[in-house]
Structure formats: C-alpha cells, structure tokens
C-alpha cells in the first residue's frame, strides 16, 4: 500500500520535507510507520511522546491500521482556521467583518472575542509571529467546535471562527470567534470562551515566535485522542 505523509511545524523541520511517500505492506499500522521513521529519521524518536498524528483529518493512536491511499500527518500539539465562517487564511481578520457574519434580524447579543499578537512571551521580547496549519483539517476543526458549542448551546443563532496563518506583526489579529443568540443570556460569551479554549486543544495551527533572540515553536500540552 502508499500512503501520504504530511510533516508540520517541528516535524517538517526535523524531516527536512513537508511531504513523503511510503510503500507499506498491507497490514500495517501508525505504530510500524512510526516505527519505521524512526529509523529514517533518528532525530525524529525523542519527539514521538509529544506527537499528535492524524490518518485522514481524524485523530489516530498507535494501532489505528493504515489502508492504501491514507494521507497520515504528524505536528505538535496545537499552541494557542467550509464556508467562510470557518477559515484559515493569510489575509487580515478583522472584528468588525466577523461580527456581521454572525449578525441577523432576531439577534439580540453578538460576542466577539479575538486574539492578537503581543510583543512579548513570559518576558520575551516578540518582533513577530509565523503562524502554519494543517488547513484541510483545521477547517473541518472549527466546524466540529461550531457544533460542539450548538449543542451546549443550543439557542446560539450563529457562530464563526476565522484563524489567520503566515507572518502577523505585533498587534494584528491572529484569531476570532463571533457569536450571536437572541439574548445575552442564551449562551453567547460562553460559546466564545468555550471555541477559543477547544481550538487550542484540538485544531492543528501553530505558531513561531521570533524574536532578539532568536525564534521558538509554540507547542501546547494536550495530545488529543480519537475521540476529539
């Protein structure tokens, strides 16, 4: 069987390639590839316990077994973007544009929250950011966090999650989540603390910080299972 490998963050800098090819028997699971890696790529083994690998854009353990044509990824644990509501782009995010997505007639209550590049990190100075996802499965990500909040929700009327990618200056938004519901009350501010909060854990973007310095992959601690 082939199956596609796709590197991030770490990962793609330890490889030294974004993407491989491998030809597997039949049979095999995330173990042996990871096994096999290993042995390609010895810089790779001190990193395994801090990995999250996916098969397909669906959360994968050990003995999740592989079938010809599956697209594997590896990336560190997310630090912390369908239709345009859930996005990942290069172009700048604005508060006021995510707002009206969200805005209809029987609304009441929009909560916005976002969240911007600052100059500095546990005393660090930052000059900027480089932010990179894996885009594919970070949207349907932000969609599957959508529904999680509607259903703990459920009178929100709308939501949108937009997470901007690639080099972001000091004070540009990086990331925003807009809610509305008919009242105030219905859920609005804790759907957006609840997005926020499960993007970080389980949607594959990360950031590099660059500073005086030098510069410095972000890493979260949340290894997410098959079941997020």
């Not at 290069?90 to 029987?106: C, E, F, G, Q």
């Not at 600052?118 to 594919?136: D, F």
């Not at 929100?156 to 519901?181: F, T």
Request: glycine content about 8%; charged content about 25%; overall charge negative.
């Amino acid at each position: 069987m082939e199956i596609t490998i796709k590197f991030f963050a770490r990962f793609r800098e330890i490889i030294g390639h974004n993407n491989l090819t491998y030809n597997f028997p039949d049979g095999h699971n995330v173990s042996a590839l990871v096994e096999q890696l290993q042995i390609d790529y010895p810089a790779l083994g001190q990193h395994v316990p801090q990995t999250v690998i996916s098969v397909n854009r669906d959360f994968a353990d050990m003995e999740t077994e592989l079938q010809h044509g599956d697209e594997v990824a590896f990336f560190p644990p997310v630090s912390g973007g369908g239709d345009d509501k859930f996005a990942v782009t290069y172009d700048p995010i604005s508060l006021d544009v995510m707002a009206t997505k969200v805005t209809h007639p029987d609304c009441g209550a929009v909560a916005v929250f976002g969240g911007m590049v600052r100059n500095n990190t546990a005393g660090k100075a930052v000059q900027h950011l480089e932010y990179e996802a894996y885009t594919t499965m970070a949207v349907e990500k932000l969609e599957q966090i959508a529904k999680e909040a509607r259903q703990k929700w459920p009178n929100i009327v709308d939501i949108a999650i937009v997470q901007r990618i690639g080099h972001l200056e000091v004070g540009e938004n990086a990331v925003i989540v807009a809610v509305s519901c008919a009242h105030r009350g219905d859920g609005c501010f804790e759907a957006c603390r609840y997005a926020i909060d499960r993007l970080k854990q389980i949607v594959p973007i990360w950031k590099k910080e660059i500073g005086l310095d030098g510069s410095e992959w972000i890493e979260g601690d949340y290894l997410p299972t098959k079941t997020d």
